[in-house]
């Protein structure tokens, strides 16, 4: 509380603040970084037609990245805790990464395919250039997670960001695949997903948003992200050597980890063609999924912010994710039940269009309940983190958040980078070994099966290890309130010192 400016963000009790919009805007930096998530979900579509990998290759390939992406996390959340510099510790890599992630990404669709037609030769350059892009990922991913305990460490407002981005979530992957089944038959009358025209235009779309929302996060950011508001409110020195004591002794990462690893997991096992498959093969239309988000995606979105607003803020987080888990596995049982028992071909009207009946308004009802539960069980676990970096502080006495979303960042991805593998296996085993199914595909109860419980069976699984995992999770909201009076208690004995 050294000048005007810092004091201005303190309430009584050393609890510091932030304006809601703040909260908002930042969140887009998560939404920045998801954009180039939810397009590389396509790239077994380019791999398999234009670089030439066969389909568990070509699914086995996002697994590989994503392994190289978590073992590049420990060192960059580590040059994240020794950055200090007149632009802050977190706005320098949220600019340098979304840059990287720009030129890379431009380089991989709209190059690769142009190399001569060696499947050896554009796989070694395909993955050159995407090891440099996860770089740039990470780079602007772990701010996501370290600035979360400077941003504010008010009780109240730190489960607000999971409202903003559990909303900016639900429109981004509603929307993109939306976007895509619209651009894809514009290029190919099947919407196959290989064609040069619909990567160079679904590229150029996230490549502009993402840029966009990074610069809003990171004006958003710029007056917390500043010595004052990390830790105890001084520079702590920190070696490699704390990466193992962290992650070895404090059990509230380790829980954390456990839970959001195999949540991811099983979100990403829902790729593209698990929705062709649901939509496009076993309801009869693709475009019905455009229909089915189009109908929930703001009911989704205004519940979300009743649930999470209400019960994060009101019981504490960790209650939070407990009540989210249930609601989202009993409900994704439910969603699996219809789908397995009930009529999808019943929401077709025979020209794909959406017809309303039984089928459909359960759908869309179930869908948006259990979108607002997910929501909370997957988002809440970001600020989170801030409450296990103010747990490391007051163990340790270190402030250092970029090793806690890096530490958490590695396993998570370590594990979620299974879900490609775990999608193209299961359909291999059912006779797609060299191209994944699309909407056109014939159906099959095979294709029928692996769709639900790709699409909800995983999901059920991951929630129930959420269970667990905060079953043994230490911080209460009562917890937390104790680790806050020890952290002022200290930043007053060091006010009293200077």
């Given at each position: 509380m050294a000048n005007n400016n810092t004091s201005?963000?303190?309430?009584?009790?050393?609890?510091?603040?932030?304006?809601?919009?703040?909260?908002?805007?930042?969140?887009?930096?998560?939404?920045?970084?998801?954009?180039?998530?939810?397009?590389?979900?396509?790239?077994?579509?380019?791999?398999?037609?234009f670089v030439g990998m066969a389909t568990v290759l070509a699914s086995s390939f996002s697994m590989i990245m994503r392994l190289w992406d978590g073992v590049t996390d420990p060192f960059i959340g580590f040059l994240v805790d020794k950055t200090n510099t007149k632009f802050g510790k977190n706005r320098p890599f949220m600019v340098i990464g979304n840059v990287i992630l720009f030129v890379t990404s431009f380089i991989m669709f709209h190059v690769t395919h142009l190399l001569p037609d060696n499947a050896i030769l554009r796989s070694a350059?395909?993955?050159?250039?995407?090891?440099?892009?996860?770089i740039g990922y990470t780079f602007q991913c772990v701010v996501t997670k370290s600035a979360?305990?400077?941003?504010?460490?008010?009780?109240?407002?730190?489960?607000?960001?999971?409202?903003?981005?559990?909303?900016?979530?639900?429109?981004?992957?509603?929307?993109m695949s939306a976007l895509a089944a619209i651009v894809a038959p514009k290029y190919d009358p099947n919407a196959s997903f290989i064609t040069t025209g619909f990567f160079h235009e679904m590229w150029m779309i996230v490549a502009i948003l993402s840029a966009v929302f990074t610069a809003i996060a990171v004006f958003s950011i710029s007056p917390k992200d500043r010595v004052e508001f990390f830790g105890t409110g001084k520079a702590v020195k920190v070696t490699l050597k704390d990466y193992w004591d962290t992650l070895k002794n404090n059990r509230a990462i380790q829980m954390l980890v456990v839970s959001a690893s195999t949540d991811k997991l099983a979100m990403q096992a829902k790729t593209t063609a698990v929705t062709a498959v649901m939509y496009g093969v076993v309801a009869g239309s693709l475009m019905l999924s455009a229909a089915i988000q189009g109908l929930t995606s703001v009911p989704i979105v205004i519940l979300t912010i009743l649930v999470i607003g209400g019960l994060a803020t009101t019981l504490g987080q960790r209650k939070g994710m407990i009540i989210g888990s249930v609601g989202g596995m009993v409900t994704s049982a439910m969603l699996a039940a219809l789908w397995l028992f009930g009529d999808p071909m019943s929401m077709n009207n025979g020209s794909g269009g959406l017809r309303m009946g039984f089928f459909a308004i359960a759908l869309i009802v179930l869908t948006i309940v259990n979108g607002a539960f997910n929501n909370l069980a997957g988002n809440i676990v970001i600020p989170m983190t801030a409450d296990c970096a103010d747990y490391e502080v007051y163990r340790t006495g270190k402030y250092v958040p970029g090793m806690m979303g890096t530490l958490f960042s590695f396993?998570?991805?370590?594990?979620?980078?299974?879900?490609?593998?775990?999608?193209?296996?299961?359909?291999?085993?059912?006779?797609?070994?060299?191209?994944?199914?699309?909407?056109?595909?014939?159906?099959?109860?095979?294709?029928?099966?692996?769709?639900?419980?790709?699409?909800?069976?995983?999901?059920?699984?991951?929630?129930?290890?959420?269970?667990?995992?905060?079953?043994?999770?230490?911080?209460?909201?009562?917890?937390?309130?104790?680790?806050?009076?020890?952290?002022?208690?200290i930043k007053a004995e060091a006010a009293s010192e200077a």
């Open positions: 201005k963000y303190y309430a009584e009790g050393g609890i510091h603040r932030v304006p809601l919009w703040r909260i908002g805007g930042f969140a887009l930096n998560n939404t920045a970084t998801n954009l180039y998530l939810v397009f590389m979900g396509y790239v077994s579509f380019y791999l398999g037609g350059f395909f993955i050159v250039i995407s090891m440099l892009y996860y979360q305990s400077c941003l504010t460490n008010d009780p109240k407002q730190r489960p607000l960001f999971a409202v903003f981005d559990a909303i900016y979530n639900t429109v981004l992957f509603a929307g396993v998570d991805k370590m594990i979620s980078s299974l879900a490609p593998l775990i999608a193209g296996v299961m359909f291999a085993a059912i006779g797609f070994k060299d191209v994944l199914p699309d909407a056109s595909t014939p159906y099959s109860d095979a294709l029928k099966y692996v769709g639900i419980f790709l699409m909800y069976g995983l999901i059920i699984i991951g929630q129930a290890f959420n269970l667990v995992a905060m079953k043994f999770y230490p911080l209460t909201k009562e917890k937390m309130e104790e680790i806050r009076g020890e952290i002022n208690r």
